[in-house]
């Protein structure tokens, strides 16, 4: 779902408030949630060639995202727990392995700084959450008509709320079982 198509959910609270700025308050909210929440991941399969020490994310990251952190791994080569390094787009490992090692992440994104879409589910399952926080950070422009300190307090209220739920419902499906990566690995 395209940014814009959210704007008329912020739109009637911040009255004159430029689309672009909206556009971009909304891009913000997107990633500070799931910068938060972790709710976005990906499960890319990743190997490190033998006497080397790291690989390359880059192309196994859906387009107009970037990687938050590795919440998860899997490996039937080795139980050397990888690490994210280098503004997390490369995969590290502590030593050189002698052969080919696999590994399969479990990575949690975020929208890029570039990016002008998300995942429709992300949109439609968290929208409350996104709209509340860009009208918090649009209602805290100063000097502005919408300018209102009070509301946007209100706002960023209800987008706290939502990341506590997040989490919590996150660590829930964790705790029950339905983690879909086994991590064997030493941390």
């Not at 938060?36 to 890319?44: D, L, R």
């Not at 690490?83 to 929208?111: H, K, Q």
């Amino acid at each position: 779902m395209k940014f814009a198509d959210l704007v008329p959910y912020v739109m009637p609270e911040v009255p004159g408030a430029n689309v672009i700025a909206i556009e971009q308050a909304l891009l913000n909210a997107a990633r500070e949630f799931c910068r938060q929440t972790w709710v976005w991941t990906h499960q890319p399969t990743v190997t490190i060639r033998a006497g080397r020490t790291y690989a390359t994310l880059a192309p196994r990251i859906p387009a107009k995202s970037a990687v938050c952190g590795l919440d998860g791994w899997e490996s039937e080569d080795t139980s050397i727990a990888p690490s994210l390094r280098n503004g997390d787009t490369e995969l590290f490992v502590d030593d050189a392995p002698a052969a080919d090692t696999r590994y399969v992440l479990t990575l949690a994104l975020f929208p890029s700084r570039t990016a002008d879409e998300m995942p429709d589910w992300l949109a439609g399952a968290h929208r409350d959450a996104i709209t509340a926080h860009a009208k918090h950070e649009i209602m805290l422009l100063p000097e502005k008509t919408w300018t209102n300190p009070g509301r946007a307090q209100v706002l960023y209220t209800i987008f706290s709320d939502a990341v506590n739920e997040a989490k919590r419902n996150r660590n829930i499906s964790r705790l029950r079982g339905r983690m879909r990566m086994r991590v064997p690995g030493v941390r």
